[in-house]
Each structure stands twice: as C-alpha cells, then as structure tokens.
C-alpha cells in the first residue's frame, strides 16, 4: 500500500483453527475474511493484510488460508488456546502485541491495527483521516460527540497510526508501564497515561473515532449506511464473539439486499436494526 502502510492482525489457535473448540466450525479468522469478501470496497484489502500468528497451529492456519503470515515467536509463552478476557494469560498476550506493534513502528511502516473480530464492512480508509499530521486515529467503547475529547474511552482493537518519533516513544513509554500493571490489560494502561497528559507531553495529534463508522458491540452505529467497522467489543468470549458477529454478517447483508430492493422502488432502509448481541449478553454471565 502507498506511504508504507499495512494491515496488521494478530491470532493464536483458538482464534484461527476450527478444531480448537469443541464443535466449533467458524473462526474468528474465518468471520473477519468473510467481512472483507462481503464488504463495500473492502476485498482487495486483504492482499494487503499481514496475520500475525502466535503460535505453530495458527501459523498454519493460515498458510493453510493462502494469506500474507508471519509468525511471531514468544519465548516459549504458551499461547494456542482461547484467553479468557482479564486472565493473566490474556494480559500476556496483549503485551506481547504491544511489544510487536512497537517494533513494527521503529522500523517505519504506518498500519491499521485491527482485532479479528472487527468486521470490516465498508473500506475504513474512505473514513479515516487524510490529514498526514495526525499520529494516531483511535476507536472508542463509547463516543462522546468530540473527536479531539480525551475523555473518550478508547479502544486498542482498531486504530490506525503513522511511524515517527512521538507514536514510537508513546509505544515505549507505554510498554516500559507493563511490570507496574498488575491485573491491568495494555487498554487499562494507555487510559492511564492518557489521562496523565501523555498525548500532550509527547506533542501527538490524536483522533477518537465515532461509533457512527467504527462501532461495535458496546455502542451500535445507527445508520448501515454510514458503518465501517463492527467490533465485539464488550464480550467476553470467542464463542459468544463467533455467534454475535455471525448475526452482524447477517444483518449486514440483509441491508445490502433490502437497499437494492428500496431503490427499485425509492425506498429507505432507515428501520433496519443490529440484531441484540444476545451471546455476549450472556457470557458474561458465566463464571471462568
């Protein structure tokens, strides 16, 4: 892609084979290539998506897949199966990614990071920023209405950033945070240092994105035609994330048929509705 730029998301085995889970038959990885086949401007994207894999069964996985991989190795960390949000071994991983992520800005490629479980169903670089002088374009749980506001709860599950001095001293300021964050995941952690002025100190030009084009499952966009991105984000599992994001497909192509069906009458798909994310409700139900 132009101005070094990639697509980079990361997976271990329970996010990528299907013989991970009992009965399981659809992946998290499986569900985020649909969305780039099913999206708007979405399926030439994925030539340029790099899949991380954090483990030998994920690698192959998605060699098996015939996509762009690459294997990160962990220093003997175990990290095939599915990490319960909050574990420890969850924390682990999401540090491991962090470290990644940082080393992939030290060596000058601007990317979208993006969880698998974040749908894409329109091209997200038609609603992101051209503006070359800000570093960092971020998405939230729940947007406050101001694009520039810090108090803006982010999420670390989709954001877009340039390669420079001040992201690659964010990213080593906030890694250097990790052994003083007990029971903190690296979210938690870049809350803190946002709300300690870090952005400020550090001289970055920060978008918060609105849940109108990158939402997800705490905040519902409410217009389909306006939506980029749909994360499952407040849920707690892969099996109820699987479930939640199959319906989002579904919904998802109900709009595009009902839409062409309006127009051919002048119609308005306005009343169309997300169907409720009834397996994450319920996870979070279950103890584990």
């Not at 132009?2 to 329970?14: E, G, K, L, Y």
């Not at 954090?54 to 991989?69: E, G, K, V």
């Not at 009902?258 to 009343?271: D, E, Q």
Request: glycine share 6%.
């Amino acid at each position: 892609m132009p101005n070094r730029t990639v697509i980079i998301t990361i997976v271990n085995r329970a996010y990528a084979d299907p013989g991970a889970e009992v009965d399981a038959g659809t992946t998290l990885l499986d569900l985020f290539i649909r969305s780039l086949w099913l999206g708007e401007g979405t399926r030439g994207l994925l030539d340029h998506v790099v899949v991380v894999a954090m483990d030998r069964a994920a690698y192959r996985m998605c060699r098996f897949r015939r996509l762009n991989c690459y294997r990160l190795e962990t220093d003997g960390v175990d990290f095939r199966g599915e990490k319960v949000y909050m574990s420890e071994d969850f924390i682990k991983m999401m540090w491991s990614r962090t470290a990644f992520l940082g080393d992939v800005l030290r060596r000058g490629y601007n990317f979208i990071f993006t969880d698998t479980d974040v749908m894409w169903l329109r091209n997200p670089f038609t609603k992101l920023s051209k503006n070359e002088t800000e570093d960092l374009q971020i998405s939230t749980d729940v947007f406050n209405g101001d694009p520039w506001s810090e108090a803006n709860f982010v999420n670390t599950g989709f954001y877009s950033i340039r390669s420079n001095n001040r992201t690659v001293a964010l990213f080593d300021e906030w890694y250097s945070r990790r052994e003083n964050a007990t029971g903190k995941k690296e979210q938690d952690v870049l809350l803190d240092l946002i709300h300690e002025g870090a952005f400020k100190r550090l001289n970055l030009s920060v978008r918060f994105l609105d849940t109108l084009f990158f939402s997800g499952f705490c905040q519902d966009s409410k217009d389909f035609r306006a939506v980029a991105t749909v994360h499952a984000n407040c849920c707690r599992s892969i099996t109820a994330k699987v479930f939640d994001l199959t319906a989002v497909l579904r919904d998802w192509k109900r709009f595009k048929w009902s839409r062409k069906k309006m127009v051919a009458i002048n119609g308005t798909t306005a009343s169309l509705r997300w169907t409720n994310h009834m397996g994450c409700w319920r996870a979070w139900r279950v103890r584990g």
